[in-house]
């Protein structure tokens, strides 16, 4: 039986729709028609790239993994779910065996089977199967759109409070005012930052991190010609701390710097303006290899630390927040298209921009025969 329309990446830059078989499930899965979909910077790198890492485009791949959508046939395993229940997806299905499961890291698990990630196929299709552990239903007053949003908020969750543990009356400066660095922001003022700091290289990002966030928003300077980065970093930091009064110990230092960049200098000024004692998370992922002052890292006692997906309680925490009015999901969602406009929904997200000019925080593509406008 087939009726399931699918965005499939055949190569790079070479997308297609295409018609898949309708997947069977598992006695402890459920199969989901999905409604809605947003698109992710690692779905468009790799139509772009072909690869992400060590991760390589072999074969054709279903893309999309922020997705929310119906349940449309359910398992005889399954308890909590039924036929019709508005669900978030979690896309990462993990072995619930090994040592990483186990011990309640289960992003880490050696067999994640996660939604286009190769050699998997992703959400963009009309059904996707998927375990029905892994499925969260929605409250009734959040709308599907806000279900695919579930996806980067437990990214953010899992960077501020699961990873870094961050608490109320603390500090943060996030570094990258996309959509994961937005709900970082956003993560720390529901549990109660004292203050929020956005660092971003484009104003209108800032400007929006300003109304959407944060607290306060710093534009680095330029730059000078043939100007090493570590100096460059060196300088920035020094000018962020300056005009922002933040200082290295005490009440006006820096409890918690997220890097959700992936640039090398947002690492090494970060690390120079987290104060003595605190806490570096690098989210963003950028250059592959970066240079750090690691005699600073060390005698300023830094505890620094990865953040990879989402693991245990962290989509839960994100459902809560958002159905308690905490973190503003719609806010965020700056272009919508249909499924036949995929192509345009992609090339959109890689410009940065549509063709009227307006800037793209999040784009969501809705299945197949769903209007945009039906949240």
Known sequence: MSDNPSFVLRGINDVVFEQRPIPEIADDEVLVDVKKTGICGSDVHYMVAGRIGHFVVEKPMVLGHESAGIVSKVGPAVKDLKVGDRVAMEPGATCRKCDACKSGRYELCPDMIFAATPPYDGTLARYYNIPADIVYKLPDHL????????????????????????????????????????????????????????????????????EYAATDIYLPPPMEKDEPRIRYSERNAKKLMADLGIEE?????????????????????????????????????????????????????????????????????????AAQGKIDLKALVTHRYTFDEAVEAFQTTRLGKSADGKGVIKAVISGPGVSPNDL
């Open 143 to 210: 709308t599907l759109e806000d279900g695919a949003m579930m996806e980067p908020l437990s990214v953010a969750i899992h960077a501020v409070a699961n990873i870094a543990d961050f608490h109320a009356n603390r500090s943060i400066v996030v570094f990258g005012a996309g959509p994961v660095g937005l709900l970082c922001m956003a993560v720390a003022k529901a549990l109660g930052a004292s203050r929020v700091i956005a660092v971003d290289i484009v104003q209108n990002r800032l400007d929006f991190a300003k």
């Open 249 to 321: 110990r005490g009440a006006k230092s820096i409890d918690l710097v997220v890097d959700a960049s992936g640039a090398e200098v947002s690492m090494q000024t970060g690390v120079l303006v987290a104060k003595i004692g605190g806490t570096f998370v690098q989210l963003g992922m950028g250059s592959p290899e970066a240079v750090l002052p690691i005699t600073t890292m060390l005698t300023k006692e830094i505890t620094w630390k990865g953040s990879f997906r989402y693991g245990p309680g962290d989509y839960p925490l994100a459902i809560a927040l």
